[in-house]
């Protein structure tokens, strides 16, 4: 065994050498210390005991970051989606429009919006399975979400036709509050 010492002025037993930077070279015949022994038995390298189970590593808070964002983006993606093509509510005999996906689509993502970040700051560093999992749900359901707004039919009522898209204003609502059952269930995954 050869240790390099990059010491100026001294050795590994403490004599003086050159003031230079030097390399000090202890050869295999030189016995630890005490000290040395002793730090060696008390080190312990490996993996812990885990009663034989494997245990997948903890990811970083950058995977948390990544599978967050993604959420994030889906759910805006949605929303500005539901604002762009979902159906305005028409009413009045004038036929007055009124954007309802536009003014429900913020308040729902804002409040998914909250949910994508307590996920993050309960599972922070949660294996990346956990993550990858929890952004897909999140952004099948979104995608739901938007599809229902726009696609699924408006209700027309009264002599002066009032269009009421009904799935503009549930299906956000409903994103939103599974949204939170789902952050729930990744969280107590987590623990």
């Known amino acids: 065994m050869t240790l390099a010492l990059f010491i100026p002025g001294r050795t590994a037993r403490g ?5 230079d930077w030097s390399a000090v070279e202890m050869a295999d015949s030189v016995e630890p210390t005490e ?22 590593p903890e990811v970083g808070r950058s995977h948390g970051y ?3 964002g993604l959420s994030l983006g889906a759910i805006w993606l949605s929303v500005i989606l539901m604002g762009v093509f979902a159906p305005d509510l028409v009413t009045g005999a004038e036929q007055d429009r009124f954007p309802l996906a536009v003014v429900v689509g913020l308040l729902a993502g804002l409040a998914a919006t909250r949910s994508v970040v307590r996920a993050f700051a309960h599972m922070g560093s949660a294996t990346r399975t956990v993550w990858i999992w929890y952004a897909m749900a999140v952004g099948l359901l979104w995608l739901a979400v938007a599809l229902a707004a726009i696609l699924l ?7 002066d036709p009032t269009r009421l898209p009904m799935a503009v204003v549930i299906a956000p609502i409903g994103g939103t509050i599974l949204t939170g059952a789902i952050t729930e269930v990744f969280i107590s995954i987590r623990r």
């Open 15 to 19: 004599s003086r050498v050159s003031s």
């Open 35 to 56: 000290e040395v022994r002793h730090m060696r038995s008390e080190t312990k390298i490996g993996l812990p005991e885990l009663d034989g189970r494997t245990r997948q």
């Open 153 to 159: 039919p408006v209700s027309v009522t009264g002599a």
């Open 66 to 68: 990544l599978f967050g």
